[in-house]
């Protein structure tokens, strides 16, 4: 009977981390670019869960321009990582100082 209830308590506590985890499988990460006063931002949201979907958000409001999604994928999670990762080295390239923030996990 002990090893019963014993069991039973770690499959849910299991059960508890491993759904903590699958909550925990959306991620946004943010660099934020500056040139003066002026700030553009550019988002990476990172979907595990559920087919493995991202996009890639530039926003440039402060200029009075609509914020706009410039890639995103429905199957392939990696695949914006590197569009953003390019937009911010060449932002950087253009004198732009680029900072990211530290990964956000959404649940």
């Known amino acids: 009977m002990w090893v019963n209830r014993t069991f ?16 925990a499988q959306q991620v946004e990460t943010t660099w934020a670019c500056r040139a003066g006063v002026i700030q553009r931002d550019i988002t990476l ?5 559920e ?3 991202c996009e890639v958000w530039y926003d440039k409001t402060q200029e009075g321009q609509s914020k706009v999604r410039l890639w995103n ?4 999670v990696e695949y914006c990582r590197p569009h953003a990762e390019a937009l911010v080295a060449k ?17």
């Open 73 to 76: 994928a429905r199957n392939d």
């Open 45 to 49: 949201f990172e979907d595990m869960s």
């Open 8 to 23: 039973s308590c770690f499959t849910l506590a299991a059960a508890f981390v491993l759904g903590s985890a699958a909550l």
């Open 91 to 107: 932002l950087s390239a253009l004198d732009w100082n680029c900072a990211r923030s530290e990964p956000e996990t959404i649940e």
């Open 51 to 53: 087919g493995r979907v």
